[in-house]
């Protein structure tokens, strides 16, 4: 029987997982299905429970059930145990296995869609939320110089340089902190780029030579980004690579098998 799996969401019409994975499918020859479930917003868990006993084999888990997914599953890797969120999961019999691949597809990304060598690198992260968390642990796993976990609320920067302090070297604090700093890569992870806003970031963060990313995908040039463009950022990126990357991630999770990301992005673009 095809093996099938889908991404679960609430909305999840604009979701382009289903076209990402049916062309890994095709390009690894792998006999699976997948497509997209919306899950009430009180009905997660039923959903799950739905869908794993229909047969189904994996989920990638969208917003906003991440934090759903961590509670639900029964084992956890260590990047998603540290996120406290899943966006991948993996059933086998009555295990529930769930893994957070966003930080890891980030990470490629960066490094090899993009050539940028984070080890040893300033690094911004803006945020706090779900977002920044998942990708903390990947990024201080290639060692870079500093990680600046900057957020409107400082406690919550806090809170997150605490618990990966032991890591890598965090520091965090609020926006105005920022004031005289420099960043060789700069990352938004904030929602703001879904209102087209632009958070409180001073001027002069972006050292020569810098990559600013904005986890967003599909907006051009958001209000960061173009922020970044006039403020001295030599490089600029959307969240699309670490859409395509994630997947990927997910995929070789499920499978065993790594697909080739390049050519999926290209269509991407192309559409």
Same mark, same amino acid.
């Given at each position: 029987?095809?093996?099938q799996y889908a991404v679960i969401g609430n909305p999840i019409a604009h979701s382009k997982s289903?076209?990402?994975h049916a062309e890994f499918a095709r390009q690894t020859g792998q006999d699976l299905v997948y497509s997209a479930m919306l899950a009430p917003l009180d009905g997660f868990e039923l959903a799950i429970r739905a869908f794993q006993s229909d047969g189904g084999k994996g989920l990638?888990?969208?917003v906003p059930f991440k934090q759903d997914a961590w509670r639900l599953a029964t084992r956890r890797t260590q990047r998603a145990e540290l996120a406290q969120a899943v966006n991948t999961l993996k059933f086998d019999g009555a295990e529930v296995l769930g893994d957070n691949t966003d930080g890891a597809g980030l990470v490629r990304d960066v490094l090899s869609?993009?050539?940028f060598?984070?080890?040893g690198k300033r690094i911004l992260l803006m945020g706090a939320g779900g977002a920044a968390r998942g990708v903390i642990l990947p990024l201080l796993g290639e060692s870079? =110089? @500093?990680l600046a976990i900057a957020n409107r609320t400082p406690a919550r920067a806090h809170e997150l340089a605490q618990q990966f302090a032991e890591h890598g070297d965090i520091s965090s604090g609020d926006?105005? =902190? @920022?004031?005289?700093?420099?960043f060789d890569l700069v990352i938004n992870a904030t929602s703001s780029s879904l209102s087209n806003k632009l958070p409180p970031l001073p001027e002069g963060v972006f050292s020569t030579g810098c990559l600013a990313y904005d986890m967003m995908y599909g907006k051009g040039l958001t209000p960061f980004l173009q922020f970044a463009q006039t403020n001295g950022a030599a490089r600029l990126a959307d969240g699309l690579g670490m859409l395509v990357e994630q997947a990927a991630e997910s995929f070789f999770l499920w499978r065993g098998v790594r697909p080739d990301t390049l050519p999926v992005m290209a269509?991407?673009?192309?559409?």
């Open positions: 029987m095809t093996d289903p076209l990402i990638n888990v969208t869609n993009l050539g060598v984070i080890r870079p =110089s @500093l926006y105005a =902190s @920022l004031a005289g700093c420099h269509m991407l673009k192309n559409s």
